[in-house]
């Protein structure tokens, strides 16, 4: 088990930017994945970017070269750098932390959400 915490979600205006913080209760490098989902009102969760253990990241087409994710498995915490932000990235944002084989979710964890809004 891990307790996932979200911070610095918030107000911004269109072209800004925000830094969210993911931090666990544990150490997140037994984790094979962490990652950013975020689910707009009426709409499906979808992920926004991971970083696996070794470091490689995948981002959603919407977000590739505007954000960034990041982990510091010495503190435990993930970060996601959103740069110039749109209304469209309007979601609550939520962090996860999965479990793997090669073949299989073994287990997935999710914080309670931060809700980021980007005013036009």
């Known amino acids: 088990q891990v307790q996932l915490v979200e911070s610095g979600g918030g107000l911004v205006q269109a072209g800004g930017s925000l830094r969210l913080s993911c931090a666990a209760s544990g150490s997140i490098s037994r984790f094979n994945t962490m990652a950013w989902y975020r689910q707009a009102p009426g709409k499906q969760r979808e992920l926004v970017a991971s970083?696996?253990?070794?470091?490689?990241?995948n981002y959603a087409v919407s977000v590739k070269g505007r954000f960034t994710i990041s982990r510091d498995n010495a503190k435990n915490v993930v970060y996601l750098q959103m740069n110039s932000l749109d209304p469209e990235d309007t979601a609550v944002y939520y962090c996860?932390?999965?479990?793997?084989?090669?073949?299989?979710?073994?287990?997935?964890?999710w914080g309670q959400g931060t809700q980021v809004t980007v005013s036009s």
């Open positions: 996860n932390a999965r479990l793997s084989t090669i073949s299989r979710i073994l287990a997935d964890f």
């Open positions: 970083i696996t253990n070794g470091g490689s990241t």
